[in-house]
C-alpha cells in the first residue's frame, strides 16, 4: 500500500487531523488496519466497528498497536494498546434494544476526560441520552447511541 505509506510519512510531519475524531464501520481487514494508522498518525482519534468483533484476525490487531483481549464474544471485543499510549478500539455488535437504526454500538474511550469529550461532542451535534458514572451515552443526529467512557484526567 505505497500511496497510504507516504500519506502517512506526510501525515507524521505535518499531523493535519490533530483534534480530529473519526468513527467507521468497516470490514476490519490489514487494508482496513494501515488506512486506520495512517489516520492515527495525523492525529486523530479513531474509532471502528465491525459486525463480527471475533473476526477481527490477530494480526490486524496487532498492527492496530495490540491484541484482542482473551475475553472477546461475538457480541463485543476490545483491541486496546497497554495504559493510555494510544486509541482504543471496541467493537460491539448490535443492540436491539436501543433507540435509533444503530445495528452497531460504539464506545468511545476519552484521550482527556470524559465531561470535555462530551461537551465537544455536543458542539459537533451529538444529543446526550443518560450521564453516569462509568459512561455517558450519546445520540447522533439520526438517533444511533455511544457511549463517552473516562480517559486518563478522569479520577
Keep these: 500500500m505505497p500511496v497510504l505509506r507516504r500519506l502517512r510519512e506526510r501525515f507524521e510531519e505535518e499531523r493535519p487531523l490533530e483534534d480530529v475524531a473519526v468513527a467507521a464501520c468497516l470490514h476490519v481487514t490489514a487494508e482496513t488496519a494501515n488506512f486506520m494508522l495512517t489516520l492515527i498518525a495525523g492525529g486523530a482519534s479513531v474509532g471502528l466497528c ?87 451515552v450519546l445520540a447522533d443526529p439520526e438517533g444511533n447511541q455511544f457511549c463517552v467512557e473516562p480517559g486518563p484526567d478522569d479520577p
Aim: proline share 6%; aromatic share 6%.
Design 50 to 136: 465491525s459486525a463480527n468483533p471475533l473476526s477481527t484476525q490477530d494480526e490486524v490487531a496487532s498492527a492496530l498497536g495490540a491484541d484482542v483481549e482473551e475475553g472477546a464474544t461475538a457480541a463485543k471485543a476490545f483491541v486496546e494498546p497497554p495504559g493510555w499510549g494510544g486509541p482504543a478500539i471496541w467493537f460491539n455488535g448490535g443492540n436491539e434494544s436501543t433507540a435509533g437504526p444503530a445495528w452497531l454500538h460504539l464506545d468511545l474511550r476519552s484521550l482527556t476526560g470524559m465531561d470535555a469529550e462530551v461537551e465537544r461532542l455536543i458542539g459537533l451535534g451529538a444529543s446526550v441520552v443518560r450521564r453516569g458514572e462509568g459512561l455517558t
